[in-house]
């Protein structure tokens, strides 16, 4: 569309920075589409695939990420990223905390889905999984732990809820959740949050 093409040849300074600006949006388009397409279909889903999801060429993924692994830790590095900014943006809409929380944790079992994919490709080679899975703690754990303090804070919760606990006991509730189809991760996960909640006025809220 010519609304995305740039003028780099004007000699205007705001040139670089808009290219930048639309490298990256259209790095996030691909990164949005190839998630999807895990999640579908496995992360050996064929790139021609993902590029007719993000309506885009072969050639254009293989720009970005010349190798399936670059794709992949791609992607698990822009599932954490948007994981990380919900939490504020939840907090700051959300009716109350524990909402907030609540929602928070669905889309962090909306990423755990891509996650348990990405983790079985990348068990080849395990120094870059522990590398991905220290940067997913070190983003995600603080985030939750943000939510936790705000909804005890406010009388919602009990104090003294740890957030690695929390996180590591919902990973937990998602595993095997696609090979039975008797066993509905969702609710499992929604009931812990659920019984994370004490009655408006009981003493236990105040520590």
């Known amino acids: 569309m010519a609304a995305a093409v740039v003028d780099a040849g004007d000699g205007s300074e705001p040139a670089a920075p808009r290219q ?14 190839a998630a999807a397409a895990f999640v ?6 064929p790139v021609r695939d993902i590029a007719a999801r993000a309506g885009v060429g072969i050639g254009t993924i293989y720009r970005h990420f010349p190798t399936r692994a670059d794709l992949i830790v791609a992607v698990y590095r822009h599932q954490v990223e948007a994981c990380a900014e919900a ?3 939840l907090l700051a809409s959300s009716s109350t905390p524990h909402a907030a929380l609540g929602s928070w944790i669905s889309l962090f079992v909306d990423f755990l889905v891509t996650k348990h994919g990405l ?6 080679d395990k120094a870059a999984f522990e590398s991905l899975h220290a940067y997913f703690l070190d ?3 603080p985030v939750c732990a943000e ?3 705000a909804a005890a804070a406010a009388g919602e919760i009990r104090r003294g809820v740890d957030a690695y606990e929390l996180m590591f006991a919902v990973g937990n509730l998602c595993i095997g959740a696609d090979s039975n189809p008797r066993y509905d991760a969702r609710r499992m996960v929604e ?17």
């Not at 579908?40 to 889903?45: C, E, K, R, T």
């Not at 659920?194 to 520590?207: I, N, Q, T």
């Open 20 to 33: 930048r600006a639309d490298a990256r949006r259209n790095e996030a388009t691909l990164l949005t589409a």
């Open 191 to 207: 009931l812990v949050i659920a019984g994370l909640r004490l009655p408006e006025g009981d003493p236990a809220s105040l520590g």
């Open 147 to 149: 939510l936790i303090d």
């Open 40 to 45: 579908a279909s496995g992360v050996d889903v």
């Open 119 to 124: 983790a079985g490709a990348l068990r080849s």
């Open 87 to 89: 939490g504020p943006a």
């Open 139 to 141: 983003r995600l754990v």
